[in-house]
């Protein structure tokens, strides 16, 4: 798999690297979206790995660790989730194929993910009411109704490494499948002629609008 720079002049993409390219098509049908899926998978995969590197620019401030440890976990676990947007989730059973000890570390992050991060489940984050009793010749029984919010601490030398471990071999198997695909879409269209793939779309991006928030997106 390799990046190539990209340039989008007079509503068409250009290849710096390609000069003698004729146009760029644009591709539909269930391969070349199984390949977009697994683009937007990589995207959020470097953008964990990027998480995870920023950790140690903030030592001591508890409040940006939080955050960045939470969106890599959010990030990698959207690869695998059910998404309708991105049909091709990634499955845990096939990355991690035969290795129990990189399954329960998948599942630890599942589980993370689902009931603590975007909701609210187990008992790592916990509210504790209280109320504080004076002594017994106070004028008040009750000085104070409180409550204490504690939640415990994921983000440890462990975790962090065993995250790192998981990115990379999803990472891994993603980009081995997206060669894949590439190949057969390239044997594909070979055995084309050159004037049916001329005619074909040329590839061209939908900015998205504000009306588009609350919908799907159209799957190729």
Request: hydrophobic share 35%; aromatic share 8%.
């Given at each position: 798999?390799?990046?190539?720079?990209?340039?989008?002049?007079?509503?068409?993409?250009?290849?710096?690297?390609?000069?003698?390219?004729?146009?760029?098509?644009?591709?539909?049908?269930?391969?070349?979206?199984?390949?977009?899926?697994?683009?937007?998978?990589?995207?959020?995969?470097?953008?964990?790995?990027?998480?995870l590197n920023n950790l140690i620019l903030y030592p001591e401030d508890n409040f940006i660790r939080?955050?960045?440890?939470?969106?890599?976990?959010?990030?990698?676990?959207?690869?695998?989730?059910?998404?309708?947007?991105?049909?091709?989730?990634?499955q845990s059973t096939q990355v991690l194929k035969g290795d129990v000890e990189g399954q329960e570390v998948f599942n630890y992050f599942l589980n993370l993910r689902n009931k603590n991060i975007v909701h609210d489940e187990n008992s790592i984050s916990q509210a504790i009411p209280g109320a504080i009793l004076n002594e017994k010749d106070a004028e008040y029984k009750i000085a104070k109704i409180i409550c204490l919010a504690a939640e415990g601490e994921t983000c440890s030398g462990e975790n962090i490494s065993n995250l790192r471990v998981l990115i990379n071999r999803?990472?891994?198997?993603?980009?081995?499948?997206?060669?894949?695909?590439?190949?057969?879409?390239?044997?594909?269209?070979?055995?084309?002629?050159?004037?049916?793939?001329?005619?074909?779309?040329?590839?061209?991006?939908?900015?998205p609008?504000?009306?588009?928030?609350?919908?799907?997106?159209?799957?190729?």
């Open positions: 798999m390799e990046y190539y720079k990209i340039e989008h002049s007079n509503d068409r993409f250009y290849l710096p690297d390609f000069p003698n390219s004729e146009k760029i098509i644009h591709l539909k049908g269930k391969k070349p979206g199984r390949l977009a899926d697994l683009a937007l998978h990589l995207a959020d995969l470097n953008n964990a790995s990027e998480c939080r955050m960045l440890w939470r969106m890599a976990i959010i990030l990698v676990m959207k690869c695998y989730t059910s998404n309708k947007g991105r049909p091709s989730q990634l999803t990472e891994t198997y993603v980009k081995t499948q997206y060669d894949e695909i590439c190949n057969i879409i390239t044997n594909e269209l070979q055995q084309l002629t050159h004037s049916q793939l001329s005619e074909m779309d040329q590839m061209k991006y939908n900015k609008k504000i009306e588009d928030i609350g919908n799907n997106k159209r799957l190729l």
